[in-house]
DNA sequence: TTGTACGACTTACGACGTAAGGGCGGCTAC
DNA sequence: GTAGCCGCCCTTACGTCGTAAGTCGTACAA
């Protein structure tokens, strides 16, 4: 319709799988993953919304595809890294990796809710899984620690973690409506908490806890106690 | 309409808040979260779909409503578990209260999914964090490494983690399409892995892992972590 | 007896995913 | 050349969703 109506403008980029996947992805990051629809990613094209699925089967076909793209972006970055190698390095490689993958995650902050979904596991993830578990087989290994490791670590191994609660709703709510007393009464311990890591940390520009160095330390807690099952075993 | 069709029938209980949002846990038990919708929810209660905005704001607060009654059951169960109280026994007790939380999840498998989406924490959820900060503190923690905990152990602690990726989803694509030999040439140390896993554990009902144990090990090395910077701390 | 307010129902709207089919432009076969 | 085909995109339409707006019966207070 526009490209009757203009003739002579731009001979219209055909459509594509790589290129609807890439608008999704687009369209994700500027509006949030609600802002998703069929409709909104064909007009962000410049297409209508029955066009896309001559390029993709449905829209779980497109989130299946979004994280297939987010992966090898995560992959791009991770294979750019200089190893140390293996041996007892393997940590130090380990960490990076998962580190490198979350600050990808941080620039597509809808993408953890969108992995968490899908049940059929892109081949980009697949690939980023079989390098992490390459790295500890050259630590030294076994499979079967591998294994649980990978278990253990999660959605970590990817670079984040769902946070269930955030405490600043909580202190929020208590400051508005409900008396702070009243919530102490309640939720003594947690208050507690509260107020005490308030105190210490009261200028903390990334709020009154830093999710990065709360990934970290969870990170490395559980890169340590595997280290630990490896030197003994 | 039916009752009017049927005079003399039960009196027609009136609706509540309460009878809506155990009425929407008992429609996700049974058909799955992605099957409720305010109209089934109000048929499953013999009433029209609007009806329900009386005693609900709206959907969201339906399914905050939901994690509510959820935690609120999690709080039912743990507040029965005889506490072997404070002092070193702290790991004994929280790793407990967390496998009884599981529990709990497990026959709500839905639930987690719905966990994640809340970012309003409800009072159940508060309580039941509150209770486990009390358990650290009686166990030494301070609040600060209490924080890191609740943090490191994430989702964890309410008893649930999401598994990333289904080894067995990829597994089942090499065997019906994918030579396994191609596989094995991208993703050798997955197959691997796969390989040895599947020939160590060949008859495990629950699947070639299974992710009760899978949880344990992950909680227990969190545990054995925290502990040894209690000790230290 | 007459409001009045609660608690339900009816109707309707816009947005969503997508099934079904129409049409245009460029290829290939003659 | 031109007839036919097919890849690619569009139009139209359907069923389902959440929910805004208005209606109605009933119970209780004045």
């Not at 990613?41 to 089967?57: D, F, Q, R, T, W």
């Not at 390098?131 to 591998?146: E, I, N």
């Not at 955030?166 to 509260?194: I, K, R």
Request: charged share 25%; proline share 4%; glycine share 10%.
């Amino acid at each position: 319709m526009a490209s009757q109506a203009e003739p002579g403008t731009e001979p219209r980029i055909p459509l594509s799988r790589e290129r609807v996947l890439r608008a999704a992805v687009s369209v994700a990051d500027s509006g949030g993953i609600e802002s998703l629809t069929m409709r909104r990613l064909a007009e962000h094209l410049g297409a209508e919304a029955m066009s896309l699925y001559y390029h993709v089967a449905n829209k779980e076909d497109v989130l299946d595809g979004v994280v297939d793209v987010i992966a090898t972006e995560i992959n791009e970055v991770v294979d750019r890294i200089d190893v140390p190698a293996g041996g007892a390095d393997w940590k130090k490689a380990v960490r990076q990796r998962i580190l490198s993958a979350r600050e990808v995650l941080l620039r597509h902050s809808w993408a953890p809710g969108v992995f968490e979904t899908r049940t059929n596991t892109s081949p980009a993830v697949l690939r980023y899984y079989d390098a992490l578990l390459g790295m500890m087989r050259a630590g030294g290994f076994s499979y079967d620690l591998a294994h649980h490791a990978l278990h253990a670590l999660g959605s970590r191994a990817l670079g984040f973690t769902q946070e269930l609660f955030d405490p600043n709703s909580g202190a929020g709510a208590a400051d508005q409506g409900a008396d702070l007393a009243e919530m102490a009464g309640q939720f003594p311990h947690l208050v507690g908490m509260l107020a005490e890591i308030a105190h210490d940390d009261p200028d903390s520009t990334l709020g009154w806890c830093d999710d990065q160095s709360e990934f970290e330390f969870g990170l490395d807690l559980i890169l340590d106690g595997l280290d630990r099952i490896r030197e003994r075993g």
